[in-house]
């Protein structure tokens, strides 16, 4: 029990860290507010400094293993007329960022589109409201849902954790992860509410939703003492913070399980080391996090069916050789193998020897695998 | 073959009554409109030239309003220009290509071809006579009616008569098969644009309706009138140098009673009766102030050893300098007969040089524009002919290549503009000025240019905004002015026009309120038909049509831009009024304080100091 007792240690830090994360934010924003205000009041035109996010600007970080933004940004300035409009629904953006996070109340990136019509602020369409939203959290490092802006819902959660609810309306109340065996969504909720207990040794993310159903099934998390995520696919940003603090605030190891093919292996990498994308933005990577399989080398040792790889599919490989972390190693020598076999497989490949082969021949042997890498 | 075949000689009303689609008469729509353009031109070509402000009504009626088009209709066009002498009336009316318009200067029609179609074509179509009612002394009128006998190009008059009137003018009147319903948008176009190109003129026109379209002059004065000059050497080909050959001037001239009666004259000798010898003594003594004529009869004389009795009973065949004889045919004794001509008498070179013609280098200065002495001698030089070559002893060989040379020629000085009658940009201004009442117009007369030996001159102009109505780019075309308004496809003023990219000069050519007016004035509008519609693409021409377009387009484009700030300045204003309460609002709210920042006179300022600097740009591009 004593690795419970440390876990409950570091839960009442996370809590102030959040706080102080909350406030912090709030502050961020109310500064950019007094500055703007007093411009206004000095007769200048205000302005915003954006990190450029142009590809010239996105560089590879080895220490920090993971894409961040040079030093090029650019400034929106009132004052022209062209960058007015862009200027005035960035600063609405930030007003209405900090009313969501003052009364904690969670939108959607649809709502915020529709949302700003109540103020005379008009986007063009949903993309454009988009953009504003990814430039706002250029300009505060933070990523929106810091400031309560949720994608739609896909991935889920199952296992033995304990979790202590922040939103309003559910403050203090606690549930368990493994109560319902469809597993939890991942929603605001989840992600913003306190890791609070766990008896899990072990996160496993895994692809699809099939897969998740059945390791439930299986009892792979009692097996194998694990809290079992799924991504649903490339895992959306609320999933890759909550990734990051099971690792973080409670110490868990995190291991991926994808198709065998280039796209399962980026999935696996967007989890450990960020996207191009999101640049932007820090604190959403687990850079320990494991690639399990299903490897291209797999394939072979555990003579799995598949189906031919596409062009596109081949190009992509090639397309992914020429990042940076893909250099050197076991991503790499993936890439290559799926090269030269021009093959893939899906999870579901397993179900050839049997449903359970996949929990219980491949799983328990790629886990010791693991280990050692 | 055993089938014979007649040739038959047809008069020139057979040949346009055959060939009567050549000159616009092709169907009742388009030849109604021919009609009308075919009187009101020759109105205004003869007002013009008699330096008239012209006045013209026109008139289109139905013969039976009730009856559905294609039907008869009575087309009047009435002037008050010189009017025709009554002897001229018949064949200027009755007979094809009959006209005072064959010299060389700038007129709308060529040779008053299409008066007397627009007549052969009403009288095919309803059988009906010509009405002519011509006052050419402002005294007395004369008024015809007659038809047109086609086989023999002969006017054949039905009606003659005379009334006193001080009213000075020419009315023509026809009846002819014509379809308003179609060709009254053209119609009305045409007189529109016509006064548009015309200024000076008054024009009114009844359409069959009833409505009445008056365009009223706009300016009180003529621009100068054209003057008739000698053709350019480039614009000559063979047949023209052999016209020009059979002068008068160097022909051996008729003798008759007046002739007689001249050489009396200018010898001084009253008596009616005189011998031979008589008659070579005075001239002796008077050659030097006997005038050509004469000299050559005389010398003519001097051979035969006549009097004035037995010159008449001769006629001179030919003088044939090859064998120094001179041969004549009796028509007392009904044969050819020759006498030898003595080299050596002085009368000999009269004669010689008669026949002969002129020198070459004579020819071209005295009978060519732009050809001095040293041109001629330099041109002779090139053409490898001798410079005292005389013209009249050319053979068929040495004309063509006399000709082709004229025209290869490139030492010759460009063709004389006086000819042409040009608008000038100043009327062409007032005209788009009242007719348009743009927010933005400039015109532009370029100097003159040539193509094959035709001087032309380009006049242009281009008007945007205020109340033009319509939306695109809208072109008149008008040569010699005249408008033209069929069969634009194919014209050489909308082909530079399409190939001119207008986003470069900031408009947009499918959607401005943006006119072009074009007008080419030229001895020869090198037009693609008879029927006079669209002009061909010379590359002389065209390049002209360029640099006057690019001109104006500029101008334009300087406006455009001006306005373009203009209205980027207003349109920031809007923005800065839309957008800064906002600003205002939301950053209130965020950094918590009560009161909302003191930013209007920022909009003020903002919306103030824009004018300035557009105002400063206004100055730098005057």
């Known amino acids: 029990m004593a690795k419970k007792t440390t876990k409950k240690v570091t839960k009442k830090e996370t809590k102030k860290e959040k706080i102080d994360k909350s406030k912090k934010l709030i502050q961020a924003l109310k500064n950019h507010g007094a500055q703007i205000y007093e411009d206004l009041e000095n007769g200048e035109f205000p302005k915003f400094s954006i990190p450029n996010r142009s590809i010239s600007n996105i560089i590879y970080d080895k220490k920090l293993r993971q894409y961040v933004l040079g030093t090029n940004s650019s400034l929106r300035s009132a004052r022209n007329s062209s960058q007015l409009r862009s200027f005035t629904q960035l600063l609405w953006l930030a007003f209405f960022a900090n009313k969501l996070t003052h009364e904690k109340k969670s939108s959607t990136l649809r709502d915020v589109y529709y949302s700003s019509q109540a103020f005379a602020v008009d986007f063009e369409d949903q993309q454009e409201s988009d953009n504003i939203i990814v430039d706002l959290e250029a300009v505060l490092s933070q990523p929106r849902e810091d400031f309560f802006v949720f994608p739609e819902e896909r991935s889920s959660i199952f296992g033995d954790l304990t979790i202590e609810y922040t939103i309003p309306g559910y403050e203090g109340k606690t549930q368990n992860l493994s109560s319902h065996p469809d597993g939890y969504a991942i929603g605001p909720s989840m992600t913003s509410a306190q890791l609070t207990d766990t008896s899990a040794e072990l996160v496993i993310a895994i692809e699809k939703g099939g897969l998740f159903t059945r390791f439930v099934e299986e009892q792979v998390d009692k097996k194998f003492k694990s809290i079992i995520i799924n991504t649903g696919g490339q895992a959306p940003r609320s999933t890759r913070t909550l990734l990051k603090r099971l690792h973080d605030e409670l110490g868990l190891p995190v291991v991926i399980l994808t198709d065998g093919d280039v796209y399962g292996e980026h999935i696996a990498m967007v989890i450990k080391s960020g996207s191009a994308n999101a640049a932007h933005l820090r604190e959403l990577t687990v850079p320990d996090a494991k690639w399990m399989g299903v490897w291209a080398t797999d394939i072979d040792k555990f003579k799995l069916p598949t189906i031919p790889m596409t062009e596109s599919d081949i190009k992509r490989c090639y397309d992914l050789l020429k990042d940076p972390r893909y250099e050197e190693g076991l991503w790499k020598r993936e890439l290559e193998v799926f090269i030269k076999i021009k093959r893939k497989a899906e999870l579901e490949a397993f179900s050839k020897y049997g449903l359970t082969n996949i929990t219980e021949k491949y799983l328990p042997k790629k886990l010791e695998e693991s280990k050692s890498f | ?622």
């Open chain 2, 1 to 622: 073959m055993s089938s014979k075949e007649n040739f038959n000689q047809i008069s020139p009303s057979e040949f346009f009554y055959r060939n009567r689609d050549l000159a616009g008469f092709s169907n009742p729509t388009r030849s109604l409109y021919t009609a009308v353009r075919e009187f009101v031109e020759n109105s205004l070509d003869a007002c013009d030239h008699s330096g008239i402000l012209p006045n013209i009504h026109m008139t289109i009626k139905a013969v039976d309003p009730e009856k559905p088009d294609p039907k008869p209709y009575i087309l009047t066009v009435k002037d008050n220009g010189p009017g025709i002498p009554s002897k001229h009336v018949p064949l200027a009316f009755g007979t094809v290509l009959y006209g005072s318009k064959f010299g060389l200067k700038q007129a709308r029609g060529m040779f008053g071809l299409g008066a007397t179609m627009a007549i052969l074509y009403g009288q095919i179509t309803t059988n009906k006579p010509v009405k002519v009612k011509s006052n050419a002394d402002g005294k007395t009128r004369f008024d015809f009616e007659m038809k047109l006998d086609i086989q023999k190009n002969k006017p054949v008059i039905m009606k003659k008569q005379e009334t006193s009137s001080s009213e000075q003018g020419l009315s023509v009147s026809i009846t002819l098969e014509g379809d308003y319903a179609k060709a009254g948008t053209k119609i009305r176009d045409y007189v529109y644009q016509t006064s548009l190109i015309t200024p000076y003129a008054t024009i009114t026109f009844d359409d069959p309706k009833g409505e009445k379209f008056h365009h009223k002059s706009i300016i009180r004065s003529m621009p100068p009138a054209p003057t008739v000059i000698a053709p350019h050497p480039y614009g000559i080909d063979v047949e023209t140098i052999r016209r020009m050959l059979v002068d008068t001037h160097y022909q051996i001239p008729n003798v008759d009673d007046k002739m007689i009666e001249k050489i009396r004259k200018e010898l001084g000798m009253s008596k009616s009766k005189f011998t031979y010898k008589e008659i070579m003594k005075k001239t002796e003594k008077k050659w030097k102030s006997l005038t050509r004529p004469i000299r050559v009869v005389i010398a003519l004389m001097s051979f035969l050893e006549a009097d004035f009795e037995q010159l008449q009973k001769i006629r001179i065949e030919d003088v044939d300098l090859r064998n120094n004889k001179l041969v004549y045919w009796d028509y007392s004794t009904s044969q050819t007969l020759a006498v030898d001509m003595d080299t050596e008498s002085p009368y000999y070179k009269q004669l010689a040089n008669t026949v002969q013609g002129e020198s070459l280098t004579h020819f071209l200065t005295k009978r060519f524009q732009r050809v001095g002495p040293t041109a001629a001698l330099e041109f002779c030089k090139f053409a490898k002919f001798k410079p005292e070559t005389r013209v009249g002893n050319m053979t068929d060989q040495e004309l063509v290549k006399l000709s082709d040379a004229l025209q290869t020629y490139e030492g010759f000085r460009s063709p004389d503009p006086t000819c042409l009658a040009p608008l000038g940009a100043e009327p062409l201004e007032k005209g788009i000025q009242r007719r348009f009442e743009p927010d933005f117009m400039a015109v532009v007369q370029r100097t003159a240019s040539a193509y094959s030996g035709f001087p032309f001159v380009i006049e242009m102009g281009i008007a945007y905004g205020g109340k033009i109505e319509s939306r695109g780019t809208n072109v008149y075309r008008f040569a010699n002015r005249i408008p033209l308004l069929y069969d634009e496809g194919s014209d050489v003023v909308l082909k530079v026009v399409k190939d001119t990219d207008w986003n470069r000069y900031k408009v947009k050519s499918d959607s401005a309120p943006f006119i072009i007016v074009s007008h080419i004035c030229s001895t020869r509008v090198p037009y693609k038909t008879v029927g006079k519609e669209n002009v061909a693409d010379r590359p002389e021409i065209e390049k002209e049509l360029r640099l006057a377009l690019q001109f104006l387009s500029r101008k334009l484009s300087g406006y455009m831009s001006k306005k373009g700030q203009a209205e980027a300045a207003k349109k920031r204003a809007n923005l800065y009024s839309k957008y800064l309460p906002l600003v205002a609002q939301f950053c209130t709210e965020l950094s918590g304080k009560k009161k909302e920042p003191n930013y209007k006179k920022m909009i003020k300022e903002e919306t103030a100091l824009n004018n300035t600097d557009q105002n400063k740009e206004v100055e730098n591009n005057g």
